[in-house]
């Protein structure tokens, strides 16, 4: 965790978009499937209109930070025949490590002022 | 679960938002967007009412919002910005848009009158302009419910010699076609028969089509269940329509089973989908059966035949890729030529064909119509903007002085202008949306007195139609709202403040004139529409159409072929028909006749005889009937004898006429003519007597000359014979004791298309009282607004002249003479708006003409009536200001201020 200089402290990521680069860090997804996985992990406090899913995955696709791939080996193509996957690139993955590092240096700051216990989520 | 009609409706919409999305963004991410909608509204099933209730609303602002932020920036929505967002500049060119549109609501609730008169007044215009357009769009804009419609065309056949423009062609011809025109990717014929339903407890005449097996595959339909007809097909394979098979069936499975017509059975391959209809010139609207020609026909060849008798295919084709129009008429031309050549009757017809896009022979009746309606009432909406424009002109005057204080204080004409506008616009707004709710009731209205007469499609607001209504909206800000708005912000900026509350600016004052002339000559024209329409009704029902149609009933029957031996067999059972109805109570007489004056069918074929023979041959209609239809009909004979014991095969009655026009100055009975009434060959009759014209057909046109022959040892199979009562009492109150008295001479054959003579008479002049009913609203609508019009403007200057009015008072002018002043100047007005308008009413309704009946476009009486009428409005609205005008207070106009 030693990429400090890369980090720009003005540049913080929209929590849609935060959220959408966690949700394909573990693999690829198709648009439903990110916001299913998003609303699941947020227990339901962050729900994603259609629109507003799509116009984020679509700035993504044109900063080049995910990228359509194949759908995995184990998925039936169905009746979802216009599902695409989205997968992290490069460049994806070295935005969502800025982030993370950016918010976990705040959450040392406030700890080294006592402001949060780390035991209990508040 | 399929969507309901709220969730088609949000689904519509959203799709609607997307268009105006960035295109890569639609083509990349469209449909996944709509499968993620699909997928959350199949997850919606579980979920509480108040989640349902808010679920497309959600989706709805969503994509809105999403689209108004692609919109408004390019740049990388990912990013948050960590000092907060940015604060629009004042004066940015939105945030004062939004503080215009209040201040603007504020100014126009502080003044309802204004507001509501003008809402109001646009809302007439608007609505009335979407009601027609919704009519327009549905019946000439919308593409006909096929496959690629546009290259889809009509064939017809007419004959040059015998003045026939549209008429059916025979298979021959077709095969014709097919061989040598390069540019029909594909080419079907149908042709309509009528047969009885049988099998069931009460039969039903239904209307069969016998079809080329290609026919649904060329314009792209295919059946909702089972399917369509393949080549190979043999006869008494058949589909029904979706109406018959829900009317006579109840929806059952009937696939692989057998439908009776005529007591022969039919095997069903197939259901149409619902609505489906053969739409032709030549076609009626609905066809309940669709069959492969039968063998008793010609022998099954339907292709086969040729000649002018055998012409009763109508033909449907689908032009090739790359060939145009131009070229198929071309094409078809060489064809006709060719057959010309080869056969004699066709080259003595002058046969060529009818090749035309199959829209245009769809819409051919209503267009003229439609398109002067829609003329009117885009007249109309100009009265109606032009009433509004004067009324903003005098509001913008009043608030000169406020302009005046901005301009002043530094701001610009271009702040000025988006001021008024913003007020414009929200007037505007008000207006379309009253409008709108105007324009769909009337559009209900239209549809239920079914505008379009071949079963018109659905009038529904579509995008379309709602495009048009924005389109009028914005039409009405520039035309009301800029002009006043371009001219109080001119004269905001160069008068002094003081000067300001003075009189009206001349420029202005003129405008305010200019307007009224131009809406009462606008008015004038319609009026002028309105009056030729009445005039040509009342024409139309003085017409004597030469038969007495009052208190006749008639129906049809049509006996199968396959039961009954024609001719002796027909014959007898129309024989015994017309003794058995005779005998009823309240029947004064029957008479049976083939084709029925005045029901839209007819027959027509040459004759030579007498002076004819010397020239080109004569067309005329034939007839076929029983011995009493003249009596029943109440046709007048002239001469000689009508049909009696001669043998029925030799002789004819002929019209007057035809008398004339083969004799003239001679007695036409005992004369010989040559006719073919049977597709024989020509033979010789011999006249037995004269009777009188009668109007079959179109009661605007003269009558056609007639040959009648006698029904009997003709009479016909598989086609409706039209049975004429004449009755004592109400026409209608016989039909069941027809029908039980029917069905006892042979229970499968059921009596069809009952009615009055005196309905078909309404039916026939419904386009006319139609039109003639909407044109008259618009022209009161354009009346009362350039009555308003004039009265406001009339208000106002003798509000303005008020000073003046009391200085004359004050030296001595008569009351008299105030009122004389004001209403000269009114006059002077509206006499210039009636002279212009009669001159634009001269050069318009010349496009009435073909709705115009025994009335000229020109005719004087109406204009005179509408001038008349037009005056007396015009002093109307101008007593109440003149009257006012002899009423001011000299104390208090001339008090200094």
């Not at chain 2, 991410?29 to 099933?45: N, V, W, Y």
């Amino acid at each position: 965790m030693t990429t400090r200089e890369a980090v720009n402290p003005r540049q913080i990521l929209t929590p849609v978009a935060l959220h959408i680069l966690l949700s394909l860090a573990d693999g690829e997804r198709h648009g439903y499937g990110i916001k299913l996985e998003v609303e699941d992990r947020t227990r339901g406090s962050l729900t994603l209109g259609p629109a507003t899913l799509y116009e984020a995955i679509h700035r993504m696709e044109k900063a080049g930070w995910i990228e359509v791939t194949d759908p995995p080996p184990n998925e039936s193509p169905g009746r979802g025949n216009h599902r695409k996957y989205y997968c992290l690139t490069t460049e994806g993955r070295r935005q969502l490590h800025a982030e993370l590092h950016r918010l976990n240096e705040i959450v040392r700051f406030a700890k080294s002022k006592k402001l949060f216990s780390e035991s209990r989520p508040s | 679960m399929p969507p309901n009609r709220r969730e088609r409706l949000g689904i519509r919409l959203v799709g609607f938002v997307l268009r105006f999305f960035p295109d890569d963004f639609r083509r990349n991410h469209a449909s996944e967007l709509f499968e993620f909608i699909e997928a959350e509204r199949l997850r919606l099933g579980g979920a509480g009412p108040v989640a349902r209730l808010l679920f497309w609303p959600r989706i709805l602002v969503d994509t809105v919002r999403t689209c108004l932020r692609l919109r408004a920036d390019g740049a990388t929505h990912l990013l948050g910005r960590p000092r907060g967002g940015r604060i629009r500049a004042r004066g940015q060119p939105l945030a004062s848009v939004w503080s215009d549109l209040r201040y603007a609501w504020r100014a126009l609730r502080a003044a309802p009158v204004f507001s509501c008169v003008v809402v109001v007044t646009l809302g007439l215009g608007i609505g009335m302009n979407t009601a027609i357009f919704s009519a327009v769009n549905a019946v000439l804009l919308q593409p006909l419910p096929y496959d690629r419609p546009e290259t889809l065309v009509s064939i017809a056949a007419r004959y040059v010699s015998d003045d026939v423009d549209y008429t059916h062609f025979a298979g021959r011809d077709l095969i014709s076609m097919k061989e040598r025109v390069a540019g029909l990717a594909e080419l079907a014929a149908v042709t309509p028969i009528r047969q009885n339903l049988t099998g069931s407890e009460t039969p039903e005449q239904v209307r069969v089509g016998w079809v080329s097996t290609n026919l649904f595959q060329l314009l792209g339909v295919t059946p909702s269940f089972g399917r369509g007809f393949v080549d190979g097909d043999p006869p008494g394979t058949a589909m029904l329509s979706y109406e018959l098979w829900q009317r006579g069936f109840g929806g059952d499975d009937v696939l692989g089973t057998t439908v009776q017509l005529d007591g022969y059975p039919y095997n069903i391959v197939g259901i149409m989908p619902r609505g489906f209809q053969l739409r032709h010139r030549l076609l009626p609207a609905q066809l309940d059966i669709w069959k492969v020609p039968d063998t008793w026909w010609q022998n099954g060849d339907i292709w086969g035949a040729e000649g002018v008798e055998y012409s009763i295919l109508r033909g449907f084709g689908r032009m090739a890729p790359g060939s145009s129009i131009e070229a198929l008429r071309e094409s078809m031309r060489q064809v006709a030529a060719d057959l010309r050549q080869r056969v004699p009757a066709y080259a003595e017809a002058g046969l060529d064909f009818v090749v035309e896009p199959l829209h245009d022979g769809v819409v051919h009746e209503v267009r003229g119509t439609l398109l002067l309606l829609f003329a009117a009432v885009g007249f109309v909406l100009l009265i109606a903007c032009a009433n509004v424009m004067n009324l903003m002109l005098v509001r913008s005057q009043s608030r000169s002085g406020e302009l005046a204080l901005r301009v002043a204080l530094g701001c610009s004409r271009l702040r000025v202008i988006q001021l008024l506008l913003a007020e414009s616009f929200m007037l505007a707004v008000g207006g379309t949306v009253l409008g709108l709710g105007l324009g769909r009731a009337g559009s209900r209205f239209l549809q239920w007195v079914n505008l379009g007469s071949a079963g018109p499609p659905d009038f529904s607001s579509d995008g379309t139609v709602l495009a048009f209504a924005a389109g009028v909206c914005v039409l009405c800000i520039l035309l009301f709202g800029l002009v006043p708005a371009l001219g109080a912000s001119r004269g905001a900026g160069n008068r002094p403040l003081a000067a300001v509350r003075g009189g009206a600016g001349i420029a202005r004052q003129r405008l305010n004139r200019t307007l009224v002339v131009a809406q009462i000559a606008l008015s004038i024209v319609l009026l002028t529409g309105a009056g030729l329409l009445t005039a040509s009704l009342v024409a139309l029902h003085k017409i004597q159409p030469g038969f007495d149609y009052h208190g006749l009933l008639t129906f049809t029957v049509s006996l199968p072929g396959t039961r009954y031996e024609r001719p002796l067999e027909t014959d007898a059972f129309l024989q015994r028909l017309e003794e058995r109805i005779e005998t009823l109570p309240g029947v004064a007489s029957v008479g049976v006749i083939w084709p029925m004056p005045l029901t839209g069918r007819s027959w027509s074929s040459v004759y030579m005889a007498g002076r004819v023979d010397e020239g080109a041959r004569a067309y005329a209609g034939y007839r076929v009937g029983t011995p009493s239809m003249f009596e029943t009909l109440g046709i007048r004979p002239l001469d000689g004898a009508t049909f009696g014991s001669r043998d029925p095969l030799e002789v004819v009655v002929v019209s007057k006429s035809v008398a004339e026009r083969a004799w003239p100055g001679q007695r036409a009975v005992g004369k010989t003519l040559t006719a073919d009434p049977w597709g024989g060959g020509f033979r010789s009759f011999e006249v037995i007597g004269v009777v009188d014209d009668v109007k079959f057909g179109d009661l605007r046109l003269p009558a056609e000359e007639t040959l009648y022959f006698d029904s009997k040892g003709w009479s016909w199979t598989d086609w409706e014979m039209n049975v004429a009562v004449r009755t004592e009492g109400s026409p209608e109150s016989l039909i069941p004791a027809i029908r039980a008295e029917l069905l006892t001479l042979d229970p499968e054959i059921p009596i069809a298309d009952a009615q009055s003579m005196d309905s078909y008479v309404t039916q026939l002049m419904g386009t006319n009282r139609l039109a003639l009913f909407l044109l008259g609203c618009f022209a009161g609508v354009a009346l009362v607004l350039a009555g308003i019009g004039l009265y406001g403007v009339m208000s106002y200057t003798v509000n303005q002249r008020q000073r003046e009015l009391g200085i004359r008072l004050a030296l001595g002018s008569e009351r008299r003479d105030i009122l004389a002043l004001v209403l000269g100047h009114g006059l002077v007005l509206t006499v210039a708006g009636v002279a212009l308008g009669l001159v634009g009413a001269v050069l318009l309704t010349r496009f009435l003409e073909n709705l115009l009946v025994e009335t000229t476009a020109t005719d004087p009486a109406t204009f005179v009536a509408v001038t008349f009428l037009l005056l007396t409005t015009g002093l109307t609205a101008c007593y109440v200001p003149a009257r006012r005008a002899t009423r001011v207070n000299v104390a208090h106009v001339l008090r200094p201020e």
